[in-house]
T-cell receptor
Framework: DAGVIQSPRHEVTEMGQEVTLRCKPISGHNSLFWYRQTMMRGLELLIYFNNNVPIDDSGMPEDRFSAKMPNASFSTLKIQPSEPRDSAVYFC???????????FGSGTQLSVL | RKEVEQDPGPFNVPEGATVAFNCTYSNSASQSFFWYRQDCRKEPKLLMSVYSSGNEDGRFTAQLNRASQYISLLIRDSKLSDSATYLCVVKRPDQFYFGTGTSLTVIP
């Protein structure tokens, strides 16, 4: 199994630009989570989906952030417009209902200049 | 109040030492408990689940005290390869809540 796949691994952009992060969960997993990690705040849950439906997006910082899961094998996290304070590592993770193990992708290191 | 609180450390211990990490959680309805390990610039990975009766996996022992809402991880005979950040995690019911992590460096 390929595991959770995220792209890009690194993204450097200028303030005001649109950023799109991508995630392919493990095949057969029905829950998908987007986390953001910074030194100050640790791992913060942004949003999670169950069976492609957003269940809780209360962690999304503001309207500049949006996430979609058009099908069971793909999700995107979009930031528009990006700001320097969005700089962080963004992780996608998936799990299978009933199995409590959470599998993470390698993350996207985002730097907004 | 944070869902999960951990001492951030850092803990710097010599090889062979025993080290213990503690964690508290705020919501008594939390259902499942875990320790994850995160190496520098890598993704978190599950180290072990934590059960009320306590459980052991080689040199690692995890304990849960539901009454005190307290979780611990004990590492015996520390190895250089144990150097990492250890994240305390609680689940309730579909969401995973992570502590900010405790940094461990094992020194030769």
């Amino acid at each position: 199994d390929a595991g959770v796949i995220q792209s890009p691994r690194h993204e450097v952009t200028e303030m005001g630009q649109e950023v799109t992060l991508r995630c392919k969960p493990i095949s057969g997993h029905n829950s998908l989570f987007w986390y953001r990690q910074t030194m100050m705040r640790g791992l913060e849950l942004l949003i999670y989906f169950n069976n492609n439906v957003p269940i809780d997006d209360s962690g999304m910082p503001e309207d500049r952030f949006s996430a979609k899961m058009p099908n069971a094998s793909f999700s995107t996290l979009k930031i528009q417009p990006s700001e320097p304070r969005d700089s962080a590592v963004y992780f996608c993770a998936s799990s299978f209902g009933g199995n409590e193990k959470l599998f993470f992708g390698s993350g996207t290191q985002l730097s907004v200049l | 109040r944070k869902e999960v609180e951990q001492d951030p450390g850092p803990f710097n211990v010599p090889e062979g030492a025993t080290v213990a990490f503690n964690c508290t959680y705020s919501n008594s309805a939390s259902q499942s408990f875990f320790w994850y390990r995160q190496d520098c610039r890598k993704e978190p990975k599950l180290l072990m689940s934590v059960y009320s009766s306590g459980n052991e996996d080689g040199r690692f022992t995890a304990q849960l005290n539901r009454a005190s809402q307290y979780i611990s991880l004990l590492i015996r005979d520390s190895k250089l390869s144990d150097s990492a950040t250890y994240l305390c995690v609680v689940k309730r019911p579909d969401q995973f809540y992570f502590g900010t992590g405790t940094s461990l460096t094992v020194i030769p």
